[in-house]
């Protein structure tokens, strides 16, 4: 009889973003995990299955760096949400703020009788809370672009400092092979 080479593994399961599921398995595959599986979460998710060798030489350190990969990985994800979080803040306010801008016109319009002052001053805050609506969503654009602008720069930093990491990691790996 013949004996086979029996390898031990270790499991992981992690979940990720449908969006972020390729860099996710490129990144965990840097440091010597294997995607098994991949299903589908909750909303807006992706379980991914993993294993790898249990007896794994240099672990300590590709579990380091995998960890500091992590790290940088949700660093970028916090960025990138960050780029459009306070346009969106702002542009739910304003657009509160035009919306009962407009809903006050349409008060002074429906609630007096012959008062013709009063409908016409109705009239004029119903059409300057819809410009209000309108322009709402040229300022979200604006200040979005803004915030984007002067985050790029960091996020281009960050992504680099996480492929100089997963090349060390993977760099460990081959050292294996050698």
Known sequence: MQEKDFVSYE???????AKDQSKAMDMYEAFGWEVTSTS???????????????KQKH????????????????????????KTAGASIFAYIFGCIAT???GGGMCLCMLTENNV???AGGIVLGVAGIALCCINYFIYKKLAEKKTK?????????????????????????????
């Not at 979460?41 to 249990?54: F, M, N, Q």
């Not at 970028?76 to 960050?82: M, Q, T, Y």
């Open 11 to 17: 499991y992981r399961t992690k979940t990720v973003k």
């Open 40 to 54: 589908p979460a909750l909303v807006d998710g992706v379980t991914l299955s993993l294993k790898r060798d249990r």
């Open 59 to 82: 672990k300590q350190e590709l579990n380091k760096l995998e960890r500091q990969a992590e790290d940088v990985f949700d660093t970028i994800n916090g960025l990138h949400r960050a």
């Open 100 to 102: 009962l801008i407009l």
């Open 117 to 119: 002052p009063a409908f």
């Open 150 to 178: 002067t985050l790029l720069p960091i996020i281009d930093g960050n992504e680099e400092k996480l492929a100089n990491i997963l090349e060390k990691g993977n760099g460990l790996l081959n050292a294996d092979l050698i």
